[in-house]
């Protein structure tokens, strides 16, 4: 009888040597238990790319990080603008300042997937913007606020209901 969990499934894979050398040298580096924890991790940061790609009307959360020189505050202006033509996208911001007159900035989003690059293509078009990433998952924040005489949904359900909305 094997003790591991019924939901999991194994994955034999053939690797170049020197992949293989480092990959084990990030699972060390990074203090983790196994080679599967961080291929899994891998294969889900691909997965949720691919998903944005192959179907860019589904509803994915993330994060943007970026960023950018401050321009004595045409760039915060310029990001806060975008940032509101993206009200629906945009949950909420974090900043900080850096060295050098520079800014890094976090937002918390959801949406479409390309509503979502929409919003970074803007954000990449201010001027100052040095650097910018999109990460983005399937996993769904729960719905914000129930529209009246409708149920609250049932656990799980939050992609269903958030895609129900975006379609009405």
């Given at each position: 009888m094997s003790s591991e969990p019924t939901n999991l499934a194994r994955l034999s894979m053939s690797l170049?040597?020197?992949?293989?050398r480092q990959l084990d040298?990030?699972?060390?580096?990074?203090?983790?238990?196994?080679?599967?924890?961080l291929i899994a991790e891998l294969i889900r940061h691909a997965l949720a790319e691919h998903e944005a790609r192959v179907r860019p009307d589904d509803m994915l959360a993330g994060t943007v990080t970026l960023?950018?020189?401050?321009?004595r505050g045409k760039a915060r202006q310029q990001l806060s603008e975008t940032q509101a033509d993206y009200l629906k996208e945009v949950i909420s911001s974090q900043h900080v300042f850096l060295?050098?007159?520079q800014s890094m900035e976090v937002l918390l989003v959801q949406g479409p997937a390309n509503r979502l690059e929409e919003l970074c293509d803007?954000?990449?078009?201010?001027r100052g913007v040095n650097q910018l990433q999109l990460?983005?998952?399937t996993a769904l924040l729960p719905?914000?606020?129930?529209l009246e005489g409708e149920?609250?949904?049932?656990?799980?359900?939050?992609?269903?209901?958030?895609?129900?909305r975006e379609t009405a």
């Open positions: 170049p040597a020197e992949l293989f040298m990030m699972v060390e580096e990074r203090g983790l238990p196994s080679r599967s924890q960023v950018y020189r401050g321009n060295e050098d007159d803007a954000l990449r078009g201010i990460v983005t998952t719905p914000l606020h129930e149920e609250p949904p049932a656990k799980g359900a939050a992609k269903g209901a958030a895609k129900k």
